[in-house]
């Protein structure tokens, strides 16, 4: 695995332990964000170590992760759909106002428990 590849996976991990705390005092929506971040950080560790390169954009992320585990099967369609609707959390987290854009407790923690998934999942696929 390249040092850069490490470096984004273990940038994940620490989001995801943030996430844990952060949803611990109460803070539903950080929370929320920092498990995208979290798929976010271990998306962008395997486009680099497939692809030599880092993508500067959320979508170029979600699109460039799309086509490389396209071939991966069932493994990768809830990866994908995860990152799509955990991007969500994350722009609601930064710019929603309003009750139009509550985050509950329970979708902060299964968004947690499905970055773990995710993370796990990617860190699986670089080892392979």
């Known amino acids: 695995m390249k040092p850069s590849t490490q470096d984004h996976l273990d940038r994940a991990k620490e989001d995801?332990?943030?996430a844990a705390k952060i949803l611990a005092i109460g803070l539903i929506n950080v929370a929320a964000r920092c498990a995208y971040f979290a798929a976010f950080h271990a998306a962008e560790a395997l486009i680099y170590e497939r692809l030599g390169k880092t993508v500067k954009t959320h979508n170029g992320?979600?699109?460039e992760f799309?086509?490389?585990?396209?071939?991966?099967?069932?493994?990768?369609?809830?990866?994908?759909?995860?990152?799509?609707r955990a991007y969500e959390y994350k722009d609601i987290s930064d710019y929603g106002i309003g009750r139009a854009t509550l985050i509950t407790g329970e979708m902060a923690q299964t968004a947690?428990?499905?970055g773990v998934g995710f993370v796990n999942q990617v860190t699986h696929w670089l080892a392979e």
């Open 16 to 18: 995801l332990d943030e």
């Open 61 to 63: 992320v979600r699109t």
């Open 66 to 84: 799309s086509r490389i585990v396209a071939g991966y099967g069932e493994p990768a369609r809830p990866l994908t759909a995860f990152l799509a």
């Open 112 to 114: 947690i428990a499905d």
